[in-house]
C-alpha cells in the first residue's frame, strides 16, 4: 500500500495564478482532510470530507475550493493564488468507521507551495 | 528546508537519555489523543494514541501518559536515539469528531 499519495510535490505560482493540488488515498478511508502548515502556526485544517460526497470547512478555508472525486480522491484549488498562501499543504485520511470509533490521520508527505 | 521548526519550544538531548515531551490541551470535552512525529521534508506519523478510559500507554520505547484532571499529556521516549530527532505534534479529538485539533509542536533534538 502507498497509504497517502500527494502530488505535486513542490510548486511555485505566481500571484493570481490558479493550480489543484491532488490527492489519493489506497486504504478505503472514508474521511479525508486537507491542511497547512506554517512556521508557528502548526496544523490548521483547511476542508474536510467525512465520506464521499460531503465536504466541510475547516479553520482556514478562504481562497480555497475542495473536491471529493471519489472514496479515494480529495483535491484541493486554489483559484487565484495570494502570497499568503505559500505554506505546506498535506493531506490526510482515516477510516472512520463509525460514531464511536476513533482512529489517527495518516498523513501524505506533503506539496511545498510558494506563491510569488 | 522544511522551516516547521521555527519558533517551537525545542528539548535537547544526549542520545540514551529518556525524553519526555509535554503537551496540554484546553478542551475537557475531549477523549481522544494522539501522539505524532514528523521528520524534516516528511509529513507527520502516528507514534501512539490513548483514550481517556486510560491513563497510560506503551508501545516500542514510547509511553504516553495522560492527566484528565489538569488537562495534560506527555509522551516519554526511552533511550532517546539520533533518528528520534524531529518535531512531535499531540492531537485531540472529542470521541466521534470528525476533526482533530493539533498543538504547536515540540522540536526534539537528539546529539550523539
Known amino acids: 500500500n502507498a497509504g497517502v499519495t500527494q502530488t505535486p510535490k513542490f510548486q511555485v505560482l505566481k500571484t493570481g495564478q490558479s493550480m489543484t493540488l491532488q490527492c489519493a488515498q489506497d486504504?478505503?478511508?472514508?474521511?479525508m482532510y486537507w491542511y497547512r502548515q506554517d512556521p508557528g502556526m502548526g496544523l490548521r485544517l483547511i476542508y474536510y470530507s467525512a465520506s464521499e460526497g460531503t465536504t466541510d470547512k475547516g479553520e482556514v478555508p478562504n481562497g480555497y475550493n475542495v473536491s471529493r472525486l471519489n472514496k479515494r480522491e480529495f483535491s484541493l484549488r486554489l483559484e487565484s493564488a495570494a502570497p499568503s498562501q505559500t505554506s505546506v499543504y498535506f493531506c490526510a485520511s482515516r477510516p472512520d468507521r463509525g460514531h464511536s470509533d476513533n482512529s489517527p490521520l495518516h498523513f501524505g508527505n506533503g506539496t511545498r507551495l510558494t506563491v510569488t | 528546508g522544511e522551516s516547521v521548526g521555527l519558533h517551537l519550544p525545542t528539548l535537547s538531548v544526549q542520545e540514551g537519555d529518556n525524553s519526555i515531551i509535554n503537551c496540554a490541551y484546553s478542551?475537557?470535552?475531549?477523549?481522544?489523543f494522539i501522539w505524532y512525529k514528523q521528520e524534516s521534508g516528511k509529513g507527520p506519523q502516528f507514534i501512539i494514541d490513548?483514550?481517556?478510559?486510560?491513563d497510560k500507554r506503551q508501545g516500542q520505547r514510547v509511553t504516553v501518559l495522560l492527566n484528565k484532571t489538569v488537562k495534560h499529556l506527555s509522551l516519554q521516549i526511552a533511550a532517546t536515539q539520533p533518528g528520534d530527532s524531529a518535531v512531535y505534534f499531540c492531537?485531540?479529538?472529542?470521541?466521534?469528531?470528525?476533526?482533530?485539533?493539533f498543538g504547536k509542536g515540540t522540536m526534539l533534538l537528539v546529539s550523539p
Open positions: 486504504m478505503n478511508h472514508n474521511s
Open positions: 478542551n475537557s470535552a475531549s477523549d481522544y
Open positions: 492531537a485531540e479529538t472529542p470521541m466521534g469528531y470528525s476533526t482533530l485539533t
Open positions: 490513548i483514550r481517556s478510559n486510560m
